[in-house]
């Protein structure tokens, strides 16, 4: 590019900020090529209108970041400077908004940018790099840094609060963005989002509708995103009900040509169990991708449908869609569940082969459980012994299982040494093993392996009972007595025991403890 005319453009203070400049490019007839911009210079000699140097600049600077080529626009802004021109404030957030888009390679240079704004007095007089600023320290994982900026920020808005809560949450600081949202002068929906998403993403799936509902309560509507968060609790918590509400939701609002939502909407139902509303809304869509055809595939497999999972993963082939990972995952766990031994032995050496995708842990262990069910058990182990990472108990777990159900107590023994080195913390194997004992008649071994579990400390985790009612879950475990409606809860349970006993039923008198 060649160095503009010795036009210096120094920035004046922000009061106000100029518009937001929009690019735009257009090829004309002779294939010469037009840039139409905002930001405009009116010659005083022949009164035609010229393009503002920093705007040109900027504009390359933007096809640079567009495009994550970060070393050139570094190496355009120094040009820039050589040139004696000043960037504006609309440099500054192209560039930052580049560096958090890829914040591994990018924390040195946003840092320079940061102190170069500081220089100029933007990052605390204009809000928008101010909040560009706070955004891109939140994705580089320096959250302390983002709150100083936001803290310098002179006068702010509701971007820049939610830039803020976004870095409490992104970087898994729930209390500070709760503290936070409490002292926000105004929320819109991505405040409201970003709580919701926050909690949904540590885990607290409760906790997140009980956000969404409280946004409802104020009056703020849910966007796509805020959806999709919810969903994803929903799934995880098995409240259909909840999921039926916001699939009316969805229908209601327009949401329904999103492919992100659909895709979220495959995948609550598939997790609930409903397999046929999730391929409702597969066929509905107008627009499919990749993660479409995964959540179908992945649905059917966790439901038991072995030949509808594979016919889709074969169908999603002959559509153009090339399979990952997550595809093969739900392939092979469809072969796993229908026994097909030598077809998912297939599948995956054509993974590694031809698809030349390197397999996780999750693919070792559909393996593991292709011959564990199978009754292979020492197929299953000489995976276990032979892949390159440790077993996680779910690698495990599936082969102790099968030992149960085959009655090969020696081979999980032999597996108990991995469960030490594993995780010597983790119950759910050691419980498995000493049922297996037991069931064995190995009273002694069983007794060992509970002492083995009491010298470690290790207490076994209670199961957990839920239920949906109206859209809220209720969980409960055995002989808990917390709940805000015991009374109700026992009163009703005397009332079917009563029901039970005039229509015959007859308890049985003793029970085998495994």
Request: aromatic residues 8%.
């Amino acid at each position: 590019m060649s160095v503009p005319a010795t036009t210096t453009i120094q920035l004046s203070p922000p009061q106000p900020p100029p518009r937001p400049t929009t690019f735009t490019q257009s090829l004309s007839a002779n294939n010469s090529t037009k840039h139409h911009l905002t930001l405009k210079q009116t010659n005083n000699n022949n009164n035609k209108p010229t393009t503002d140097p920093t705007v040109s600049w900027t504009t390359s600077l933007h096809h640079h970041c567009r495009s994550g080529r970060l070393p050139e626009a570094a190496a355009e802004l120094t040009r820039l400077r050589i040139a004696g021109i000043e960037p504006n404030y609309i440099t500054f957030i192209t560039l930052l908004s580049a560096c958090a888009r890829f914040p591994t390679d990018s924390l040195c240079f946003g840092m320079s940018l940061h102190a170069y704004a500081r220089k100029l007095g933007l990052d605390t007089t204009n809000v928008k790099v101010g909040s560009a600023v706070v955004d891109f320290y939140s994705k580089c994982g320096c959250v302390d840094l983002a709150r100083l900026s936001f803290d310098m920020i002179c006068v702010k808005n509701v971007v820049s609060w939610n830039a803020m809560i976004n870095g409490y949450v992104r970087n898994g600081r729930i209390e500070d963005a709760v503290e936070m949202f409490d002292e926000m002068p105004q929320r819109d929906a991505v405040s409201w989002t970003a709580m919701v998403f926050g909690f949904v993403k540590k885990g607290h799936f409760e906790k997140g509708l009980e956000w969404f509902q409280e946004m409802q309560l104020s009056g703020v509507e849910p966007d796509y995103v805020t959806l999709i968060s919810v969903l994803a609790a929903c799934a995880n918590l098995g409240a259909l009900g909840l999921g039926f509400w916001v699939h009316r939701y969805v229908l209601k609002k327009g949401f329904k040509d999103n492919v992100r939502v659909s895709n979220s909407l495959i995948d609550m139902y598939a997790r609930c169990g409903c397999i046929d509303f999730a391929r409702q809304v597969f066929l509905t869509m107008k627009t499919r991708t990749l993660v479409s055809w995964n959540s179908m595939i992945v649905g059917f497999s966790i439901n038991g449908y072995a030949e509808e999972a594979l016919l889709f993963f074969n169908s999603m082939q002959k559509e153009g869609f090339e399979p990952d990972g997550v595809s093969f995952t739900g392939a092979l766990a469809a072969c796993s569940h229908a026994g097909l031994v030598d077809e998912g032995l297939n599948l995956f050496e054509v993974m590694k082969k031809v698809r030349r995708i390197v397999p996780t842990i999750e693919h070792y262990g559909c393996i593991v459980d292709l011959y564990s069910r199978a009754g292979r058990l020492e197929d299953a182990l000489d995976v276990i012994e032979k892949m390159p990472m440790r077993p996680n108990e779910v690698v495990l777990g599936s082969l102790l299982a099968a030992c149960r159900t085959h009655g090969d107590v020696n081979l999980a023994e032999r597996l108990t040494n991995y469960l030490h080195v594993l995780d010597p913390n983790t119950d759910s194997n050691y419980v498995l093993l000493s049922n297996m004992y037991a069931a064995a008649g190995s009273w002694g071994r069983a007794n060992d392996v509970r002492k083995k579990m009491k010298d470690f400390g290790i207490q076994k985790k209670a199961g957990i009972s839920s239920i949906e009612v109206d859209c809220n879950v209720h969980e409960f475990v055995a002989g808990d007595k917390s709940h805000a409606e015991i009374d109700k809860i026992y009163e009703m349970l005397e009332h079917v025991w009563l029901e039970l006993g005039t229509s015959g039923y007859v308890p049985e008198s003793s029970l085998v403890d495994t």
